[in-house]
């Protein structure tokens, strides 16, 4: 019984040093305070992330800047964002300790999980160059296999088109210029 004893005494102690020589683990740094984004408030220039709702609710696009105030601005300049429609600016001002990084992360989670509607990329650094959206602007989403030859095929087709389009037009004017002529 004795020897049980020193044996848990020893175990105690390792423990008990073990505890003492560790350091406090170090929180996490949050990306963005605790809290739900703030609607139609006046966008600090400040990083943070942000998204545009449709008048009934629905995400239509989200993003991540390092100028809220710029970002807003911009979109409504372009008609992304319209008041007027009862279109909603929502945003969270990033921590001061968040990266970059950190907030391309949370944006791309975001994306994945609302699906905005007119959001163009995969959020993060997943960006989609104008190379991959199909020819009527939507995203592709697959980049290999069936949604590659979709791709490919639905580029040729617009291009095709446009180009007949304008041999069409020249052929016109042509005609035109040389009724014109004869006229004279």
């Known amino acids: 019984m004795r020897l049980f004893s020193k044996l848990l005494e ?3 102690s390792h423990t008990s040093k ?6 406090p683990a170090s929180p996490k740094p949050r990306t963005f305070g605790p809290g739900r984004p ?5 966008a600090p220039a400040e990083p943070g992330l942000y998204r545009i709702l449709h008048s009934d609710g629905t995400h239509k696009y989200h993003g991540e800047t390092n100028d809220l105030h710029r970002r807003k601005r911009t979109h409504i300049r372009t008609g992304m964002l319209d008041p007027s429609l ?3 600016f929502e945003f969270k001002t990033a921590h001061r300790d968040s990266t970059a990084e950190q907030r391309r992360e949370v944006e791309r989670r975001k994306i994945e999980k609302h699906k905005p509607t007119h959001t163009k990329s995969r959020g993060g650094e997943g960006r989609i ?3 991959d959206r199909a020819a009527d602007g939507d ?7 069936e949604g590659a030859r ?3 095929a639905s580029q040729l087709l617009y291009r095709l088109g446009m180009a007949l389009l304008d041999v069409g037009l020249e052929e016109a004017r042509s005609r035109l210029e040389r009724r014109n002529s004869k006229k004279d």
């Open 10 to 12: 020893k175990v105690r």
């Open 150 to 152: 979709k791709r490919v």
């Open 38 to 42: 703030r609607r139609n408030a006046e």
């Open 18 to 23: 073990d505890r003492q020589s560790e350091e």
């Open 129 to 131: 160059p104008n190379a």
């Open 86 to 88: 009862g279109e909603v």
């Open 139 to 145: 995203p592709v989403k697959d980049n290999s296999g």
